[in-house]
T-cell receptor
Framework: DAGVIQSPRHEVTEMGQEVTLRCKPISGHDYLFWYRQTMMRGLELLIYFNNNVPIDDSGMPEDRFSAKMPNASFSTLKIQPSEPRDSAVYFC????????????FGPGTRLLVL | AQKVTQAQTEISVVEKEDVTLDCVYETRDTTYYLFWYKQPPSGELVFLIRRNSFDEQNEISGRYSWNFQKSTSSFNFTITASQVVDSAVYFCALSEAGYDDMRFGAGTRLTVKP
C-alpha cells in the first residue's frame, strides 16, 4: 500500500491567499484526521471524518479553515484567507476503525505564509 | 485536561548509551490504547507500537522496549545501545473509549551524539 499521500509537500504563499492542502488516505480506512503541528502548540487535531462525514471540527481554529471529504479517497483542508500564524506543518492521518486503531500519518505539508 | 505527559522535553546521550523516555497518561476508562510514534528530522510521523490496556506484558523489538505499568499509569520507552539514527522527537499518545481521536503528548526530543 502506498500509505497516506499528501500534497503539496511544501507551500509558500503570501498573506491573504487561499491555500488548499490535499490528502489521500490509505484505501479501506474509514477515518481521516487532519492535524497541525507547531513548535508552540505541538500536534493539534483540527478535524476528523468517519466515512466521509465530518464528526468533530472543534479543533478548527476559525472560520478561515474548512475541510471537505467528497469521497473515501480524497480530502482537502482549505485556508482562506491565509495568515502568517497559519504557518505550520499539516498532517493527514487515516485509520481503519475507531477505538484503538493505529493512525497512519502522511508525510505532512509544510506551509509558510509570508 | 492534559491526558498524556512527557515530562522530558529534551534528552541528549552519547551513542551506545541506553535511554528511557517517560510517558505518563491519565484516563478513567478501563479500555484504552497507548502508542509511541517517532518523528525523525525528515518530519514524518512513524508508528512504533500500540498497546491495549489489558495487556501489561512488556514488549521488545530489537533495541526498542516498552514498559507498561497500569499501577503508575506509565508507558515508558527504552532504547538500548542508542545510535545516531535514533535521534528524533518521540511522541506518546492515548486513545480512549468514547473518543475517536488520539491525545498526543508534547514529545521528547532525543539527540544521540556520536
Amino acid at each position: 500500500d502506498a500509505g497516506v499521500i499528501q500534497s503539496p509537500r511544501h507551500e509558500v504563499t503570501e498573506m491573504g491567499q487561499e491555500v488548499t492542502l490535499r490528502c489521500k488516505p490509505i484505501s479501506g480506512h474509514d477515518y481521516l484526521f487532519w492535524y497541525r503541528q507547531t513548535m508552540m502548540r505541538g500536534l493539534e487535531l483540527l478535524i476528523y471524518f468517519n466515512n466521509n462525514v465530518p464528526i468533530d471540527d472543534s479543533g478548527m481554529p476559525e472560520d478561515r479553515f474548512s475541510a471537505k471529504m467528497p469521497n473515501a479517497s480524497f480530502s482537502t483542508l482549505k485556508i482562506q484567507p491565509s495568515e502568517p500564524r497559519d504557518s505550520a506543518v499539516y498532517f493527514c492521518a487515516s485509520s481503519p476503525r475507531r477505538l484503538g486503531e493505529t493512525q497512519y500519518f502522511g508525510p505532512g505539508t509544510r506551509l509558510l505564509v509570508l | 485536561a492534559q491526558k498524556v505527559t512527557q515530562a522530558q522535553t529534551e534528552i541528549s546521550v552519547v551513542e551506545k548509551e541506553d535511554v528511557t523516555l517517560d510517558c505518563v497518561y491519565e484516563t478513567r476508562d478501563t479500555t484504552y490504547y497507548l502508542f509511541w510514534y517517532k518523528q525523525p528530522p525528515s518530519g514524518e510521523l512513524v508508528f512504533l507500537i500500540r498497546r491495549n490496556s489489558f495487556d501489561e506484558q512488556n514488549e521488545i523489538s530489537g533495541r526498542y522496549s516498552w514498559n507498561f505499568q497500569k499501577s503508575t499509569s506509565s508507558f515508558n520507552f527504552t532504547i538500548t545501545a542508542s545510535q545516531v539514527v535514533d535521534s528524533a522527537v518521540y511522541f506518546c499518545a492515548l486513545s480512549e473509549a468514547g473518543y475517536d481521536d488520539m491525545r498526543f503528548g508534547a514529545g521528547t526530543r532525543l539527540t544521540v551524539k556520536p
